[in-house]
T-cell receptor, first 112, second 115 residues
């Protein structure tokens, strides 16, 4: 079964607006990663946040992690049409192997 | 450098046939992973290779699914007696094993359609 749940399932915004996606998970984690997928094919790694970190920035991306609530959020600021894609959070659980457990994703549409 | 490659990019087969999907990881990546993604859903973990051995096969859905890896490089995922519910995109990823906090690099996937 999947570890994470993302919300919203779909998000539609205008260029220039900010987009916020949320992710919840169920078990203890080593780290949480966000990936982007265009057109239902290969995923691209966006950002990784470790379990002992609370916030991380990369360009227009801001990720927060609240391990007490087992949740994370991804904020994309000043969105562009090219940001249109599906966004997935993935968790690496504590211990065990390196496999990632993915949520169902948020489909983001940014309109010009 | 070259990324993860997968072949074929698309495969259409008839129910009951066997299929083989290939993954070429990034050179030097010791860890290799297979995932399955059904339409509109997230990725389901199938199997993890560390070198040529598979310490975690917990995601393989049935004994019709098997995978192998040779030379700590190429991996093949085989699905025997395909069923319509096997239709999905099969994604391969690789990563360094030595890094504690590792990102996975994904291939473009193979879209499998079972008629």
């Amino acid at each position: 079964s999947q570890q994470g749940e993302e919300d919203p399932q779909a998000l539609s915004i205008q260029e220039g607006e900010n987009a916020t996606m949320n992710c919840s998970y169920k078990t203890s984690i080593n780290n949480l990663q966000w990936y982007r997928q265009n057109s239902g094919r290969g995923l691209v790694h966006l950002i990784l946040i470790r379990s002992n970190e609370r916030e991380k920035h990369s360009g227009r991306l801001r990720v927060t992690l609240d391990t007490s609530k087992k949740s994370s959020s991804l904020l994309i600021t000043a969105s562009r049409a090219a940001d249109t894609a599906s966004y997935f959070c993935a968790t690496r659980t504590s211990g065990g192997y390196n496999k990632l457990i993915f949520g169902a994703g948020t489909r983001l549409a940014v309109h010009p | 450098g070259a990324g993860v490659s997968q072949s074929p990019s698309n495969k259409v087969t008839e129910k009951g046939k066997d299929v083989e999907l290939r993954c070429d990881p990034i050179s030097g990546h010791t860890a290799l992973y297979w995932y399955r993604q059904r339409l509109g859903q997230g990725l389901e973990f199938l199997i993890y290779f560390q070198g040529n051995s598979a310490p975690d096969k917990s995601g393989l859905p049935s004994d019709r699914f098997s995978a192998e890896r040779t030379g700590e490089s190429v991996s093949t995922l085989t699905i025997q007696r395909t069923q319509q519910e096997d239709s999905a995109v099969y994604l391969c990823a690789s990563s360094w094993l030595q890094r504690l906090y590792n990102e996975q690099f994904f291939g473009p996937g193979t879209r499998l359609t079972v008629l």
